[in-house]
């Protein structure tokens, strides 16, 4: 069965102009036209273009991705170093989410602070107040 454009984005979740920008990127190689010269796919094609949109998550680059695509298209022979991209890739995710994860647990004890301010049971400092002023959960400066 063959898709249209507008099906293709609907299974694959890509806008009709990044699927067009792909497709003129040589990034979806071999792409077929109907009778009327529109580009049209099928199941094997809409995979690869979802394994594209993974890629690009990945981070890799418009030429990067051209870069796997010629090497996928030369077949087994590229293996390792298709793996070898994907390993630098992966790599480079794992770096990303460690740094989510603590920005993540940084708003976890900010909230966790606030929380604690505002049921009053601690008082509010901050770094970017005078040293020594502190405030209470209702905002007024009290001494210390």
């Not at 004890?109 to 020594?132: C, H, I, M, T, W």
Request: hydrophobic content about 35%.
């Amino acid at each position: 069965m063959l898709f249209s454009m507008k099906q293709t984005c609907e299974k694959t979740g890509m806008t009709y102009e990044g699927l067009k920008f792909y497709c003129n990127q040589d990034l979806v190689p071999n792409v077929k036209r109907d009778a009327g010269n529109r580009r049209v796919f099928d199941e094997r094609d809409i995979a690869w273009i979802k394994g594209l949109g993974c890629l690009k998550r990945c981070g890799l680059s418009i030429q990067e991705m051209r870069h796997y695509v010629r090497l996928c298209q030369q077949g087994v022979g590229t293996i390792q170093e298709r793996k070898a991209i994907l390993a630098q890739k992966r790599e480079a995710l794992l770096d990303q989410i460690a740094q989510l994860q603590g920005a993540v647990a940084y708003v976890d004890e900010k909230q966790k602070f606030y929380d604690d301010v505002l049921a009053g049971k601690r008082p509010y400092v901050s770094n970017l107040l005078n040293r020594g002023e502190e405030y209470c959960s209702a905002g007024s400066k009290k001494d210390c």
